[in-house]
């Protein structure tokens, strides 16, 4: 089976962003890395050629520094990565992502003579948290669409069984291929590299297809929603801080405090 | 304005954050709408959803489509607009009308920083648990349906039920939360006797989660659910953005936490310095003695 992954690069998300002096998010101190939802979805996919054959591929969108989360997948069982360069698309919001990405897609898939049988993402991303692109991108390709799945189990006659997590349960699904899939955290972490992959990733070529050359509708190209700057979150007020050697002495106060604030 | 709110109900009542979109839609001053859909047994929620919502609001003229940012919302309103052509924002925390537009505000970054949107034309949004009052009265909810759903072709096999009683978040009046402070499972089972005693739902923390100590369906925060409680407890809670992004809009905090550095206690109204295994059941104690 032949998967694609999307992957989006990111800030580290273990690191607080705060916005700087000039109002921007600052990322000085978050080292770039392929967004968590989309490495579990790498690793779902990796895991599922290594047992049943096929290629995994990654797709990213943005400028060449990007290439270090490509760089990462390719050392971690993907075996072509392309970048599309979004040179002249800096504006561009989940509808016009989605839109270049599916061009992007189309142009790879002819160049291969064979379409992709799934397209994975994760369900969203840790920077914007907006879990639009993958929507998008099914609307675009009108293409069978299955949301926070954690599990795929072999295809049989064109079409792919998949585990959707619920907010409570799970469904079995069956959806036929080519499909459209977001990944949410499956049971596993995704796996560590090792040197000698990493080595020979680096040296691997990443494909650049420029978005501007992109076979794209002129509707296509603008986007839907505009960004116009960041704030800061209103600050919540820290309260009382009770410091007891006694635990007994603290809970007291802590009723005593609550009796005052009409509470519980 | 006309809005389009679509109504998710849970065993035939509509959610807590439905009622809080109506909110949304009242403060814009707009002619509302109310729909629900009712799912096929075999059929997957967002793609019936989706369809009848579409059909409806092409026949509409509608200019702003509302959902609840729930699990179910965040993936139908991009898709709705997707078919639409509208510009769509997921866990949208304030609305406002702007000239034949829309000006929305959301977090990001895990809710350390917050995002100005403009949409021009129409919007379909989903609005985020807590941003805005539950609406006291409810319209006429219309039921709508999916013109095509014989021809959607995802079907479900099985469905497989968590283990365990329903969880609603997102409606608790009072949250007790744990956290990696609470230990063990058997400690963390001291959250779940204080929730019972105040009538409030068990909260946690991902890492209490991938412990093991309690299920995924309790998990509060930015990959868990959205909620902001009258009263939360948070136990052995550290305050990483991750959870406190999905409990900073509580009314009221109490937290207790051996560290007295840790960032819960600057969102706290009561910060407790101490151990959490030593304290809670002395508030147990005392919370039961009170109820008599």
């Known amino acids: 089976m032949e998967i694609l992954v999307c992957m989006k690069q990111v800030p580290d998300d273990s690191i607080e962003i705060k916005l700087g002096a000039d109002g921007q998010p600052d990322l000085s101190k978050a080292e770039p890395q392929g967004n968590a939802f989309d490495t579990y979805a790498q690793e779902l996919a990796v895991r599922y050629i290594e047992a049943n054959g096929g290629t995994v591929s990654i797709l990213s969108l943005g400028p060449a520094e990007n290439e270090t989360c490509l760089k990462s997948a390719l050392a971690v069982g993907a075996e072509k990565a392309y970048r599309v360069d979004d040179a002249g698309f800096e504006d561009a919001d989940a509808f016009v992502t989605a839109n270049l990405l599916a061009a992007a897609i189309k142009k790879i898939e002819a160049d291969n003579g064979a379409p992709f049988d799934l397209v994975l993402c994760g369900r969203e991303s840790t920077d914007y948290i907006g879990g639009e692109v993958a929507e998008y991108l099914a609307e675009k390709a009108a293409r069978p669409f299955v949301t926070n799945v954690v599990e795929i189990v072999q295809e049989n006659d064109g079409a792919i069984q998949a585990k959707k997590e619920l907010d409570s349960g799970y469904n079995w699904v069956d959806a036929p291929l080519p499909a459209v899939m977001t990944i949410s955290k499956p049971d596993y972490d995704p796996r560590y590299p090792k040197i000698k992959d990493k080595m020979a990733a680096r040296k691997k070529e990443v494909p650049v297809l420029a978005a501007v050359d992109l076979a794209l509708e002129d509707g296509d190209k603008v986007a839907l929603v505009k960004y116009l700057g960041y704030q800061e979150p209103p600050k919540r007020e820290a309260g009382v801080k009770i410091q007891e050697e006694e635990p007994a002495d603290a809970v007291a106060k802590m009723f005593e405090i609550l009796a005052a604030d009409k509470v519980l | ?292």
């Open chain 2, 1 to 292: 304005m006309k809005a389009l709110v679509y109504i998710e109900k849970k065993d035939g009542s509509p959610i807590g954050t439905s009622l809080e979109v109506l909110t949304a839609a009242n403060a814009l001053g707009a002619d509302i709408t109310a729909v629900s859909a009712a799912v096929p047994a075999d059929c997957i929620d967002e793609d019936i959803v989706t369809s009848a919502v579409v059909a409806e609001a092409r026949d509409g003229g509608y200019d702003i489509v509302l959902f609840a940012a729930t699990t179910l919302g965040k993936i139908v309103a991009p898709r709705v607009a997707a078919r639409l052509l509208a510009g769509s924002v997921n866990d949208a925390i304030s609305i406002a009308a702007d000239g034949d537009g829309f000006c929305v505000i959301r977090p990001v970054y895990g809710g350390t920083a917050q995002e100005k949107i403009g949409i021009a034309g129409k919007a379909v949004i989903s609005v985020r648990s807590g941003s805005y009052e539950a609406a006291e009265s409810v319209p006429e909810i219309k039921e709508i349906t999916a013109p095509d759903a014989d021809e959607i072709g995802i079907k479900i096999l099985e469905a497989i039920a968590e283990a365990g009683e329903a969880v609603n978040l997102e409606d608790a009046n009072i949250i007790v939360a744990g956290g990696r402070g609470m230990g063990s499972e058997e400690d963390f089972a001291l959250c779940k006797e204080l929730a019972d005693i105040l009538g409030g739902v068990v909260g946690a923390t991902r890492p209490a989660i991938e412990n093991g100590w309690i299920n995924r369906t309790h998990q509060v925060g930015q990959s868990g659910k959205i909620v902001a409680p009258s009263v939360y407890i948070a136990c052995g809670v550290s305050g990483a953005t991750q959870h406190v992004s999905g409990m900073s809009g509580s009314k009221y905090i109490i937290a207790i936490n051996k560290d007295e550095e840790a960032p819960i206690f600057d969102v706290a109204d009561i910060g407790i310095v101490g151990d959490v295994k030593k304290i809670l059941p002395l508030m147990i104690e005392e919370f039961k003695k009170k109820q008599g």
